[in-house]
């Protein structure tokens, strides 16, 4: 299977999931004022800010890596079949994470399910990028060895990240939600996509990379 | 990463979106007669209606802004993302603005959510433009600086009105739906896209710009 | 615009629309045996796939519009937006037609709701073609204007027969509910779309027009 | 109709269809420790870890088939319309399972409607690639008979293994649904869709299908 499909298919799931987080926010039942009501739902608007962000950098991430991964065999295909699980369950902890805050309690369970959930994440796109780059199969001539290692190195960031995020949310909840916050607004910053995430994607030049594969017709 | 991509996930998540608004029209529970009870839903199908259109004439104007922007950097990937979930975020005002018409209580309430959100988006909108057109980096170079300048003034216009339609709805909410009715209706009104908004869009003729970039087979 | 990107748009609202439909079928609650409980909800599973059919047809006759409309111009956006925002209602036509049968109530209010929504569907598509037709600018050269008008001509028996099947349900619902899928089975029925509809799609031979305009790469 | 658009609009449905399985999952009610509650939700984790590795590979076995398939007719589209009918449904007896573990009760019924869903749609798979193989005309000049004839008979697999495990659900409801997933994971197992599954697909090598009809402009 080429890449193109699985690409295609894994970005309609990235959209789809990314679009679903919406439904969690549910209208306040009637009776009373609605004002107090609607800001009394900041978690919910808290949750969906958050997973919107985390699965937008997740998607970012997935497709830096597809810029490098050129064939996708049997077992890409499971992997990247499990990593599209994952994505596709985070509505659920978002869901269950603005819950516990609306009701305050469970803070610390709803925060750890979301964390768990994200780490468990970061450890299969580490997976999926080690098979990958061992293989050597996948990926295609343009990356060196030594940049398939640094960008290894790079992924593994993530799982510590959301694994300590977890244990500290644990304690105090709401500083483990800024962080889920913070690490994916860092990671999307500009500069970090652009030149300071070549090194983590192995980019050389993103506009280079664009008239070799997905525009040849213009560089003729 | 290639606007390419960029196009089709923020396409994916306008065509969900606009789907998704279907599900805040809730059937009426059993008991009496459903026809009366159709009717009484009045405000579920005009609020939907209108986020319908207002959801189409952001996705038109996105696709129009695309047209200039041929490079997407780090920076604009994060303030498509905003512009993304402000978008997505929409159906809840909508499912919010037909539950407090259907009450009949605040509606002022439900209708300056409304409007804030669709402000909201016209300054995140405005917000992504200033900085394609500034940096002269993303949008390619068929536009002048005198069309890009253009182009940001007519932007202004959305969150100007919005602002407005949000304050005359916090006094006679109607009036602001029909407002932000109108004015997408007005943005989608056939002459507007296609010549009067030629010079929104800096276009300078539809069929030149899809010979170029989309059809370049056919050209030769 | 391009037709390419409003049917890739147009193409992800009816698949969201035609997907959707699964989530009005809710559920029994627990208690008591599950077998003649999920029997019950046979008028569920009825309207999904009648529906399900009829958004099928609708997609593929969209498709088969499109093969002959090959400029956008502002006016059929609008068109395209008001088509496809009664195709992402007809989601809620069907849940009410499955409570209406499941509540043994309000069948005909709930046919006539259904066969309205399809009617009022078949009247913007007329209007859609008529348009393109009309001003001879958005359609192809390839088409004559006789061929166009025997086009036109045959898009006027939707309206007439969801019309007439409405009015007849408004008696005997569930006549209503087997003429609309007849119709569209038979519409989707094997020859019509190849051959019989090559009539009224104005198709001279299916494997032509994909060499001409969607693989030119491969008859170079 | 080209394949591409049909392959297009189906991916779509499989995306979307897998994407709202996490709906079924639902936030548990607040009072009480939550930690218990959300591990009580197991059969909603389990039912929808199963249905995902189901539409997966149900997503990757149409995507096989349609490399072979090249030409859509009328009554092909209409054949692969009702196996969408049958995957968009997946959700519901997804859900119903998840209901009926977690109550305890009825669930060989919700086992039965589960396996029963999957064997007509593996009839269904079926009869489409009888027809396409039967006809010569869908499919490409690339595959002889004895391969057609090889991936029909690999094809039956399917329904049986499903009909079989329907019937040891109605005996021990944990045994089917176990089967259910290793049957799909045992299909989606590294080799078995690379080399293993070259002979069910007929694929000569991943790459040359790759070079002659998705990337013709590499060959060059």
Known sequence: MTTNRLEAFSDGVFAIAITLLILAVAVPPGGGAFGPKLLGLWPSYVAYAVSFVVIGAIWINHHGMFQHIVRADGTLLLLNLLNLMVVAFLPFPTAVLASAFLQG??????????????????????????????GRRPIGPHLTEAQADQIGRALLVGPAVYGVATLIGLLVPWIAVLLYLVVNVFYLWP???NEGAAAVTGERDASSVVDESEEPQTSR
Chains 1, 2, 3, 4 share one sequence.
């Open 105 to 134: 309690t469970d803070a610390s369970t709803a925060v750890a399910l979301y964390g768990g959930t994200l780490a468990v994440l970061g450890i299969l796109v580490n997976v999926m990028w080690q098979y990958a780059a061992r």
């Open 191 to 193: 500069g970090r996509v």
